[in-house]
């Protein structure tokens, strides 16, 4: 049994996140638990207001989320019929990230499954939104679909790699996992700053990755490019790639894949998922 949180607050990008969870998951016996979380307001100071009357929370605030999660579950039942799928919603008030946290630990959660939205992708997503909290402060899986993705079963998966830091063998079952479950091909991009050989560091870890997917289909590929960003689009758009993966040991090199691209250059942004796993 997976565990799988979506926060949701109701937008088609979040919609869009619980369709394409559902649809890639469709062979997995799987509880979804979608949440809302009610910001905490604050006063004209701009100090939090921390303290909300518990009736009156419980009264106004979490009875109207809880009644459009009981819609929302509604407009889940209309989707394709999957009796491996069960579905459990809270409404919750508070800060977004803390509670996220909690949900993780309390629920066991495996992934957590995140709308992005606009034109930018997740280049409207700063780091210290939301989006950008969960991705670098919840220890825990983090699917990123954009508003604009259409669900295809990941046949070619992409995954931009330094080759400078060793993986955990916990982070990389996800990827295994995901594409044992979709027959999935692995595509390593390496982009080169100079005109260097790999490192010995760099050789050993793309070795162990060679070995650890031998039974998946794969393949190595290096751009030389000065800007990253720049390659993983140049990469995404010559292999025609249904998803992205990267570890997040390396946050440096996933921040300027996901947060330092030129937006009017930067289509994967909007097209197709991340999978971001933790160790």
Known sequence: MKNILIPTDFSNNAWNAIKYGTALYHKTRCTFHIIHINPISYNSGGEAAMYVDPELLEETILKESQEKLEHLLKDIERLPLNTKHTFQTSALYGFFTDHIKQEVKDKNIDLIIMGTKGASGLKAVSLGSNTGNVLTKVRCAVLAVPE????????????????????????????????????????????????????????????????????????????????????????????????????????????????????????????????????
């Open 148 to 279: 604009d993705a259409e669900y295809n079963a990941p046949r070619e998966i992409g995954f931009p790699t330094d080759f400078q830091l060793s993986y955990d063998i916990k982070v990389l079952d996800h990827i295994k996992e995901l594409t044992i479950m979709h027959n999935s091909a692995l595509r390593f991009l390496y982009v080169a700053q100079k005109e260097e050989d790999l490192s010995e560091i760099q050789m050993n870890n793309k070795t162990f990755l060679k070995n650890y997917f031998r039974e998946t289909e794969h393949s190595f590929y290096t751009l030389s490019d000065k800007k990253l960003d720049d390659a993983v689009q140049a990469f995404v758009e010559s292999r025609d790639l249904d998803m992205l993966v990267m570890v997040a040991k390396n946050l440096n090199f996933l921040e300027r894949i996901l947060f330092k691209p030129a937006v009017e250059k930067i289509s994967y942004h909007t097209k197709i998922p991340f999978l971001i796993v933790h160790e």
